[in-house]
């Protein structure tokens, strides 16, 4: 009998270990991940440089008081915000404190509180975050939502415009929805929200947790759009799967996170830091990142002409490795059967599978996958041309 809160479906199979974009289960099978953790271990899994620094790091120092002045919170913050939109770095373990930082600091730099968020987003589990997600189904059974946020569809710029008062404090966006579906935002939304937030003085924040640190084939997703938040919040691939979160602020909201603040006794841990400065040093590169983009443009144009012929696929969407296979079905089994097969991948919403392989993903294993998903697509399709 399990001890655990039933709070996950769980899988029938235990994953023991990693290397790279493979994972092996508890009977010696081996798996293709294109989940990474869903999208935290961007270098794989056990890269040996992470591995390595963090080793170092446990033998040095594991943790010290935030009263301590931290140097590897400042390579950290040096390599988040050098030659990117950003000024200074506030360090979390996780993903919802790092929304529930960028909430208070926006709530506290402008002295409103009416903060607009996006239908179908997800933001975390925590009271301001779950608040801010706008999904029904996280909110159910938790009684009143913190009563600050409205939402407005994705790419509806006439109802965010609609939505802003006087009492409006932000706008927080994904630019690609990745719990909700892997939605992706239009450039003319990107470009009435920036116009907005400037016109009205409201801060823009962009939660990156999902589509940060290289996903998209550039350092942070919105760069794709010339967006220029006032607040990026930064968690799953920061660390590589060493848990740490952040939330990086432009420099006219640094008097509002003054010493006494906010705060967190974990948040910048040496160990977290040592793991984030080398996944920054690999990946906020540019022969990196272009690699990424192009393996990502490679692998989707090369799903779209092989999967679109299956009636069950709707569309294919997404930017880089960030990447969604809508179909017109639950895609529980579809998931289920590709696991079975050797691919472990997930879905976001009920119709959509969300492929998030490991930045460093080799073109052969991404012809593996796309190989699989072929054979699971067909094999469905031809069980239900029999049973009709
Ligand atoms: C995963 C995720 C979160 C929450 O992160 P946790 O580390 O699970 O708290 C928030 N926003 C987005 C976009 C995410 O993908």
Same mark, same amino acid.
């Given at each position: 009998?399990?001890?655990?809160?039933?709070?996950?479906?769980?899988?029938?199979?235990?994953?023991?270990?990693?290397?790279?974009?493979?994972?092996?289960?508890?009977?010696?099978?081996?798996?293709?991940?294109?989940?990474?953790?869903?999208?935290?271990?961007?270098?794989?899994?056990?890269?040996?440089?992470?591995?390595?620094?963090?080793?170092?790091?446990?033998?040095?120092?594991?943790?010290?008081?935030?009263?301590?002045?931290?140097?590897?919170?400042?390579?950290?913050?040096?390599?988040?915000?050098?030659?990117?939109?950003?000024?200074?770095?506030?360090?979390?373990?996780?993903?919802?404190?790092?929304?529930?930082?960028?909430?208070?600091?926006?709530?506290?730099?402008?002295?409103?509180?009416?903060?607009?968020?996006?239908?179908?987003?997800?933001?975390?589990?925590?009271?301001?975050?779950?608040?801010?997600?706008?999904?029904? @189904?996280?909110?159910?059974?938790? +009684?009143?939502?913190? $009563? %600050? &946020?409205?939402?407005? *569809? #994705?790419?509806?710029?006439? /109802?965010?415009?609609?939505?802003?008062?006087?009492?409006?404090?932000?706008?927080?966006?994904?630019?690609?929805?990745?719990?909700?579906?892997?939605?992706?935002?239009?450039?003319?939304?990107?470009?009435?929200?920036?116009?907005?937030?400037?016109?009205?003085?409201?801060?823009?924040?962009?939660?990156?947790?999902?589509?940060?640190?290289?996903?998209?084939?550039?350092?942070?997703?919105?760069?794709?759009?010339?967006?220029?938040?006032?607040?990026?919040?930064?968690?799953?691939?920061?660390?590589?799967?060493?848990?740490?979160?952040?939330?990086?602020?432009?420099?006219?909201? @640094?008097?509002?996170?003054?010493? +006494?603040?906010?705060? $967190? %006794? &974990?948040?910048?841990? *040496? #160990?977290?830091?040592?793991? /984030?400065?080398?996944?920054?040093?690999?990946?906020?590169?540019?022969?990196?990142?272009?690699?990424?983009?192009?393996?990502?443009?490679?692998?989707?144009?090369?799903?779209?002409?092989?999967?679109?012929?299956?009636?069950?696929?709707?569309?294919?969407?997404?930017?880089?490795?960030?990447?969604?296979?809508?179909?017109?079905?639950?895609?529980?089994?579809?998931?289920?059967?590709?696991?079975?097969?050797?691919?472990?991948?997930?879905?976001?919403?009920?119709?959509?599978?969300?492929?998030?392989?490991?930045?460093?993903?080799?073109?052969?294993?991404?012809?593996?996958?796309?190989?699989?998903?072929?054979?699971?697509?067909?094999?469905?399709? %031809?069980?239900?041309?029999?049973?009709?």
């Amino acid at each position: 009998m399990s001890h655990l809160f039933p709070t996950y479906g769980k899988w029938d199979i235990e994953i023991k270990s990693g290397s790279g974009a493979f994972v092996v289960d508890s009977n010696g099978k081996s798996y293709l991940d294109f989940i990474a953790g869903i999208a935290v271990c961007n270098l794989g899994h056990c890269h040996p440089k992470v591995i390595n620094a963090v080793k170092e790091q446990l033998d040095t120092l594991w943790h010290i008081s935030n009263l301590s002045p931290i140097q590897g919170q400042e390579d950290v913050a040096k390599k988040l915000t050098e030659n990117h939109t950003g000024d200074y770095v506030f360090f979390c373990n996780s993903g919802t404190e790092a929304n529930e930082a960028a909430i208070k600091l926006a709530r506290k730099a402008t002295g409103k509180h009416h903060i607009i968020s996006l239908v179908n987003s997800f933001h975390g589990r925590t009271l301001g975050s779950m608040a801010a997600t706008g999904q029904e @189904k996280i909110h159910a059974g938790f +009684g009143p939502m913190l $009563s %600050t &946020f409205d939402y407005v *569809p #994705l790419n509806d710029i006439h /109802a965010l415009q609609a939505a802003v008062n006087e009492e409006t404090a932000a706008i927080v966006v994904e630019v690609i929805q990745g719990e909700g579906g892997v939605h992706v935002m239009a450039q003319s939304f990107a470009d009435g929200l920036q116009a907005l937030c400037e016109e009205k003085g409201i801060l823009l924040i962009i939660d990156e947790i999902q589509t940060g640190i290289g996903r998209t084939g550039k350092a942070y997703a919105y760069e794709h759009y010339g967006l220029s938040p006032d607040i990026v919040t930064l968690a799953k691939g920061l660390g590589n799967g060493f848990p740490v979160g952040a939330m990086i602020g432009k420099a006219h909201l @640094k008097e509002s996170f003054s010493a +006494g603040s906010h705060g $967190s %006794t &974990f948040g910048g841990n *040496p #160990l977290a830091m040592a793991a /984030a400065k080398v996944v920054l040093t690999e990946i906020f590169n540019e022969e990196f990142l272009d690699e990424v983009a192009k393996k990502g443009k490679t692998f989707k144009a090369k799903l779209r002409d092989t999967l679109l012929d299956y009636s069950m696929v709707q569309e294919i969407r997404g930017i880089g490795l960030m990447i969604g296979i809508e179909c017109n079905t639950d895609v529980t089994a579809i998931v289920k059967a590709l696991r079975d097969k050797g691919l472990l991948v997930m879905n976001a919403g009920s119709k959509v599978i969300r492929l998030l392989p490991p930045l460093t993903v080799t073109n052969e294993e991404l012809e593996q996958a796309l190989q699989l998903l072929s054979e699971v697509f067909q094999e469905l399709e %031809t069980k239900q041309t029999l049973t009709k």
